[in-house]
Protein backbone atom coordinates (compact mmCIF):
# COMPACT_ATOMS: atom_id res chain seq x y z
CA UNK A 1 0.00 0.00 0.00
CA UNK A 2 1.10 3.40 -0.88
CA UNK A 3 2.06 5.85 1.55
CA UNK A 4 -0.62 8.37 0.59
CA UNK A 5 -3.50 6.26 0.92
CA UNK A 6 -6.00 6.14 3.49
CA UNK A 7 -7.13 3.56 5.79
CA UNK A 8 -10.13 2.77 3.95
CA UNK A 9 -8.35 2.35 0.27
CA UNK A 10 -5.61 0.42 1.93
CA UNK A 11 -8.12 -2.41 3.86
CA UNK A 12 -9.67 -2.86 0.18
CA UNK A 13 -5.85 -3.31 -0.84
CA UNK A 14 -5.85 -6.13 1.61
CA UNK A 15 -9.04 -7.53 1.08
CA UNK A 16 -8.27 -7.82 -2.10
CA UNK A 17 -5.06 -9.01 -1.90
CA UNK A 18 -6.21 -11.88 0.45
CA UNK A 19 -9.34 -13.42 -0.99
CA UNK A 20 -7.06 -13.53 -4.62
CA UNK A 21 -4.69 -15.29 -3.03
CA UNK A 22 -7.57 -17.55 -0.72
CA UNK A 23 -9.05 -18.52 -4.29
CA UNK A 24 -6.06 -18.82 -5.91
CA UNK A 25 -5.31 -21.39 -3.25
CA UNK A 26 -8.49 -23.13 -3.17
CA UNK A 27 -8.13 -23.61 -6.45
CA UNK A 28 -4.70 -25.40 -6.84
CA UNK A 29 -6.14 -27.70 -4.19
CA UNK A 30 -8.78 -29.07 -6.50
CA UNK A 31 -6.62 -28.81 -9.61
CA UNK A 32 -4.07 -30.67 -7.26
CA UNK A 33 -6.11 -33.25 -5.50
CA UNK A 34 -3.40 -35.01 -4.11
CA UNK A 35 -1.27 -32.10 -2.87
CA UNK A 36 -4.31 -30.47 -0.95
CA UNK A 37 -4.49 -29.53 2.33
CA UNK A 38 -7.95 -29.36 2.53
CA UNK A 39 -10.66 -26.46 1.71
CA UNK A 40 -10.17 -24.07 4.59
CA UNK A 41 -5.93 -24.63 4.63
CA UNK A 42 -5.51 -24.22 0.96
CA UNK A 43 -7.30 -20.78 0.97
CA UNK A 44 -5.37 -20.03 4.41
CA UNK A 45 -1.79 -20.35 2.93
CA UNK A 46 -3.18 -18.78 -0.35
CA UNK A 47 -4.53 -16.00 1.31
CA UNK A 48 -1.23 -15.49 3.51
CA UNK A 49 0.58 -15.84 -0.19
CA UNK A 50 -1.44 -13.30 -1.70
CA UNK A 51 -0.59 -10.81 1.33
CA UNK A 52 2.84 -12.01 1.20
CA UNK A 53 3.46 -11.61 -3.09
CA UNK A 54 2.02 -8.33 -3.06
CA UNK A 55 3.97 -6.81 0.05
CA UNK A 56 7.65 -8.04 -1.57
CA UNK A 57 6.11 -6.83 -5.51
CA UNK A 58 5.20 -3.15 -3.70
CA UNK A 59 9.31 -2.98 -3.43
CA UNK A 60 10.34 -4.01 -6.86
CA UNK A 61 10.68 -0.61 -8.67
CA UNK A 62 8.97 -0.37 -11.66
CA UNK A 63 6.20 -2.66 -9.81
CA UNK A 64 5.23 -0.78 -6.65
CA UNK A 65 2.30 1.48 -8.81
CA UNK A 66 0.91 -0.95 -9.58
CA UNK A 67 0.28 -1.75 -6.04
CA UNK A 68 -0.53 1.24 -4.80
CA UNK A 69 2.60 3.56 -4.76
CA UNK A 70 1.61 6.51 -6.63
CA UNK A 71 4.63 7.33 -8.76
CA UNK A 72 3.06 8.52 -12.43
CA UNK A 73 0.97 11.53 -12.75
CA UNK A 74 -1.94 9.63 -14.12
CA UNK A 75 -2.09 7.99 -10.38
CA UNK A 76 -1.08 11.46 -8.73
CA UNK A 77 -4.26 13.14 -10.17
CA UNK A 78 -6.45 10.32 -9.33
CA UNK A 79 -5.03 10.35 -5.69
CA UNK A 80 -7.06 13.65 -5.54
CA UNK A 81 -10.61 11.77 -6.19
CA UNK A 82 -9.55 8.61 -4.73
CA UNK A 83 -6.28 6.45 -5.00
CA UNK A 84 -7.93 2.92 -5.76
CA UNK A 85 -7.57 3.09 -9.59
CA UNK A 86 -8.11 -0.35 -12.05
CA UNK A 87 -4.27 -0.04 -12.52
CA UNK A 88 -3.96 -0.99 -8.89
CA UNK A 89 -6.52 -3.33 -8.34
CA UNK A 90 -6.15 -5.02 -11.25
CA UNK A 91 -1.98 -5.52 -10.34
CA UNK A 92 -3.16 -6.26 -6.87
CA UNK A 93 -5.43 -8.98 -7.87
CA UNK A 94 -3.09 -10.77 -10.00
CA UNK A 95 -0.38 -10.63 -7.33
CA UNK A 96 -2.42 -12.02 -5.19
CA UNK A 97 -3.73 -14.74 -7.40
CA UNK A 98 0.02 -15.40 -7.78
CA UNK A 99 1.20 -15.33 -4.41
CA UNK A 100 -1.82 -17.66 -3.13
CA UNK A 101 -0.87 -20.19 -5.81
CA UNK A 102 2.81 -19.91 -5.17
CA UNK A 103 2.45 -20.53 -1.57
CA UNK A 104 -0.02 -23.58 -1.85
CA UNK A 105 2.04 -25.02 -4.00
CA UNK A 106 5.45 -24.70 -2.07
CA UNK A 107 3.70 -25.79 1.40
CA UNK A 108 2.37 -28.94 -0.90
CA UNK A 109 5.61 -29.57 -2.29
CA UNK A 110 7.77 -29.23 1.30
CA UNK A 111 4.96 -30.42 3.50
CA UNK A 112 3.10 -33.29 1.71
CA UNK A 113 6.75 -34.75 0.04
CA UNK A 114 8.29 -34.32 3.71
CA UNK A 115 5.42 -36.39 5.14
CA UNK A 116 5.53 -39.12 2.29
CA UNK A 117 8.95 -40.09 3.37
Known amino acids: MGPKMSAFESVILIVVEFVCGAASG ?3 GRWADGQS ?10 GIGGL ?3 WIAENIPGVG ?5 FENAA ?3 MQGVGG ?3 AILVGVGVAGLLGGVILTALAAFLLRNRTLQ
Not at 37 to 46: A, D, E, M, Q, V
Not at 65 to 69: M, S
Request: charged content about 10%; cysteine-free; aromatic content about 14%.
Open 26 to 28: LAF
Open 37 to 46: FGRGINSLIG
Open 52 to 54: LLT
Open 65 to 69: RYLGY
Open 75 to 77: DAT
Open 84 to 86: LTP
